[in-house]
């Protein structure tokens, strides 16, 4: 087939990620740290949401571009094998819409594509994920608030993935509570019922643990209105930074990393392509 020969760079690296006009720099870092483990790879970077690509080139005049654009220009390039790796948290809505376009350039592409599980997918790598994290966070004599983002509909696709989150962290400690910010158990909706329960468990510190792969709008305002409103009652803080950001976020935990470098690997893998062996 004439067109095939104009398929001649091996790989590439899609990062697909929802976008922050805030922090948008820690999705460059992580593609730093993806370049590094995957030398013989370009990586891309592509935000979904239309509205950080449009402020971030009005704000800062930064132009990026979401991900039916850069896999055009990933094809256009001709690159052989494409891993779009999904940087997100749940399986959900923009998980499943990055599938939804990875299956259509299939159509048409003669590139061998594959897009990786969101990072909370596998059972046994988002109970280690849980596990490891709560301990990194914990306090003595502090409760933690984990607060999801959530989803605005309960019929989702993967909102068992949020929902087993919520569950196994309440399970494991006596002072874990969860809420979202929409959708399922929104704090709004029922913050009386949760200082309750917590002033019943003995709760006189809290600490506001923000589910986010970036500190981006919704850590500074939401997050901040919840630490406030809990106030109040108890003496509430948000979680400090678990890495060299002064923000608590997810997406620069090595743990969330790993998950993705090994997501990735594994996409490569399955093209029959084997890299060397990384110790995660």
């Known amino acids: 087939m004439k067109r095939y020969r104009h398929y001649n760079k091996k790989r590439a690296i899609v990062l697909a990620c929802f976008g922050s006009v805030i922090e948008q720099q820690k999705y460059l870092d992580l593609k730093d740290v993806v370049e590094d483990k995957f030398p013989d790879c370009e990586v891309f970077v592509s935000f979904s949401s239309r509205m950080v690509i449009k402020m971030l080139k009005k704000e800062k005049n930064e132009e990026y571009k979401n991900l039916p ?63 490891d994290l709560n301990e990194k966070v914990t306090q003595e004599d502090t409760a933690n608030l984990y607060v999801i983002h959530g989803t605005p509909r309960l019929d989702t696709s993967g909102i068992d993935s949020i929902n087993y989150a919520a569950s196994f962290l309440e399970l494991i400690s006596e002072s874990n509570f969860t809420c979202s910010l929409e959708g399922a158990m929104p704090y709004n909706e029922i913050s009386d019922a949760l200082k309750l329960k917590m002033k019943k468990a003995g709760v006189k510190k809290v600490q506001v643990i923000p ?70």
């Not at 990055?98 to 594959?114: M, P, T």
């Not at 630490?227 to 620069?252: P, V």
């Open 69 to 131: 654009q850069t896999l055009a220009d990933v094809d256009m390039l001709g690159f052989k094998h494409v891993v779009v790796a999904s940087v997100n948290i749940y399986p959900t809505d923009e998980h499943e819409v990055l599938k939804k376009i990875v299956d259509g350039f299939k159509h048409f592409s003669l590139a061998n594509l594959k897009y990786t599980n969101a990072v909370l997918t596998k059972t046994k790598e988002t109970s280690d994920f849980l596990k």
């Open 211 to 280: 589910m986010l792969l970036v500190s981006g709008n919704h850590y500074m305002k939401d997050m901040h209105e919840i630490r406030d409103d809990l106030s109040d009652t108890f003496d509430s803080t948000i979680a400090s930074s678990l890495s060299k950001g002064d923000t608590f976020n997810l997406i620069e935990l090595e743990k969330t990393q790993t998950i993705i470098l090994k997501e990735i690997e594994d996409s490569f893998k399955m093209m029959g392509i084997k890299h060397k062996q990384f110790t995660y």
